[in-house]
């Protein structure tokens, strides 16, 4: 039959066609009966939420977002027998949704068949019309409803899973395999609690599933085929399928072999190595579905088996959540979607949010407008703002470094960088910032200067972002920490250097170096108070620092350049619940921003405390305090002296007016 033939026909049979189950002779107690059981398949997912004799939620049609996300996650949209453009139903009535072309089962062609065209979805998928899509993420504000979703997802897959008479053969497993249908969130008592709760609160009024575990009931004796547990399980035991509500401990979530797995807020795990990480968790989960999505594809089988359902609020901007959403752009088999909770929900509207947003604005935007900031406890609340008053679009780098790779008499490579120009100004005094990263962070630098500029009531000191590089260890070579004296030295030639600060990690030795030949270094472990400075400066205008190369917010964060990290690692930064800490979110990284906040910092502190005056401030210090010891005076003992001298490392030898200064003052 031509494809023109087939548009033509209209198989009413493909329509009407349903499974039929009948269970004869099935033993209750002693007594032997027959019951005729009629269980009908649901031509799709959307028949199978709102069909009376389904799961009988007609309210979808009201719903319109969470109609469109399953209508278009199990790819039900004909795109030949509806109008282009339409796709989207947030606007359309209950009356379009009706008369949208959607397939249905066709058991003649064990697959998903127009009813209008007779395309088959194997046909569509071969012309690239259709996708076929087997992850879910989505994220969406909170009391939106996509919890709701994901259960009726489930309750599909419970469904389609228990009509199939021999599970395992289906899915070309050993006979007698257990089949799981995991449900998983941080916690057990928060997988029960959400998609595991709902999902059960719907199968539980549905006519069709009652119907189903009633001739279970029936022929059963002592729940040999079908149990409920307490602890959040469901057991159809001649099928060997388990309905699972876990909780997130990796390790005994491995070695299952499931046929979908749906994991709630996953924003909310953390971003670390551990096994209940975000990526451990979808890492595992994603694996126990391979036996089942590797039969689907051996043997055409339908689109609803080894799905991956994952729906979340997002936390912050590095969440997994939001991570995977950038994954889906690019992906022909992971399907997103992200919506505030007024555009999902259409019960709840802005004015109903506005007590929320005038409480914090910045939460409220990530619960219920699914924007995060940067982090959880974000320290830069207004980001874009921030930007737009720190970034300056007119600087360029000062210096260009080239990579290189050297080996040392072992065999040991490196990586390693080298300057290969520079242009700056000799008259001004500049200030650079290390952290010294060897083999997991990156060995950052960034360097900078302050200017005077005019101000509203006189002039406010600026800093002025030079360049900022960043040498990436990898798996096999580590830091040259050597290249990086090299460039200080070369630099030292060419401009005026006035002061190096180091993280304190494996910068002792470094320091040591680079006194030796006259470059002022000192150990600095960055406060809280430090990052809150460059924060508030940073609104005030007391900020120019080089553009980003690329896009902070968007990008790929693996491969952005050092000049777009630290915007990056900026939005990121967190607050610890005490304030008294700033560091990066879990699994994020703050190597770049760091050297950026301790450039700004040398040139702040530099203006307000003149190391040349604080070296005399102490030496005439020490004279006062030394004449009164020596000659008895009322005041600080000889012995209290000599405290007071090595707290500020100088030696006091006890004679008037004589003192070793270890600084070299």
Sequence with gaps: MSKIEKLQQISVDDMLNSLNTTVDEVLCGKEKKVVSVHLSKAPNIIEWVIGREFLAQPQLYKYKRQYQVLRDFFQLRCPLCNPKGEEDVWEKGKEYLESENLLIWSEKDFDDKCPRCGWTR????????????????????????????????????????????????????????????????????????????????????????????????????????????????????????????????????????????????????????????????????????????????????????????????????????????????????IYTFHYATTQFNPTITTEDLAPEYEKDEIMAERDFGAEPPGGKNPLILHWKDWFEKSCNYALSPTANFSPYYPIDQFGQEYVAIRLDNLIADRSLDYYISIDAGKSGDSFTMAMGHGVEEPDVIGNKLVTVL?????????????????????????????????????????????????????????????????????????????????????????????????????????????????????????????????????????????????????????????????????????????????????????TYTGKRNIYNNRKGF
């Design 122 to 333: 194997r046909e569509l998928e071969d012309e690239e019309l259709l996708r076929r899509y087997n992850t879910m993420i989505g994220c969406a504000g909170m009391r939106s409803g996509k919890s709701m979703t994901a259960a009726f997802i489930a309750s599909y897959l419970e469904h389609n899973s228990v009509l199939i008479e021999n599970l395992q053969e289906f899915f070309g497993v050993i006979e007698r395999q257990r089949m799981e249908c995991a449900f998983v969130a941080t916690t057990a008592t928060q997988t029960k609690d959400t998609i595991y709760d709902t999902y059960a609160s719907l199968r539980g009024a549905s006519p069709w599933i009652c119907k189903y575990i009633k001739s279970l009931e029936e022929r059963q004796k002592n729940n040999e085929l079908y149990k409920e547990y307490p602890s959040g399980a469901i057991e159809f035991r001649e099928k060997r399928l388990f309905m699972m509500s876990l909780n997130s401990n990796s390790s005994g979530l491995a070695g299952k072999t499931r046929v979908a797995g749906f994991i709630d807020e996953l924003s909310r795990f953390d971003l670390s190595e551990s096994k209940r990480s975000a990526d451990e968790i979808f890492s595992v989960i994603n694996h126990s579905l391979l036996t089942v999505r590797a039969a689907a594809r051996e043997k055409n089988l339908p689109n609803w088996v080894g799905l991956m359902i994952c729906v979340s609020s997002p936390i912050s901007e590095n969440d997994k959540t939001m991570q995977m959403l950038k994954v889906g752009k690019n992906s022909k088999t």
């Design 466 to 650: 030079d360049f900022i590089i960043n040498l990436q260890p990898t798996s096999t070579k580590i830091a040259y920490f050597k290249c990086i004296a090299d460039i200080l030295k070369e630099l030292q030639k060419r401009i005026r250097i006035l002061k190096v600060q180091y993280d304190h990690w494996q910068s002792e030795s470094q320091i040591q170096e680079l006194r030796d030949i006259g470059i002022w270094a000192e150990a600095y472990n960055m406060r809280a108070t430090d990052y809150e400075n460059i924060m508030r400066d940073g609104y005030t205008g007391r900020l120019r620092l080089l553009p980003p190369t690329g896009d902070p917010m968007n990008d790929n964060y693996k491969f952005m350049t050092p000049e777009t990290k630290y915007w990056w690692e900026a939005r990121a930064l967190d607050r610890s619940s005490d304030l008294k800490r700033v560091d990066h979110p879990s699994g994020g990284s703050n190597d770049l921003i760091q050297v950026v906040c301790g450039v700004h910092r040398l040139v702040v502190s530099s203006k307000t405390v003149n190391p040349e005056d604080k070296k005399e401030k102490t030496k005439h210090q020490f004279k006062k305090w030394s004449n009164r010891a020596a000659l008895g005076s009322s005041g600080m003992s000889v012995r209290g002296l000599s405290r007071w001298a090595s707290k500020r490392d100088v």
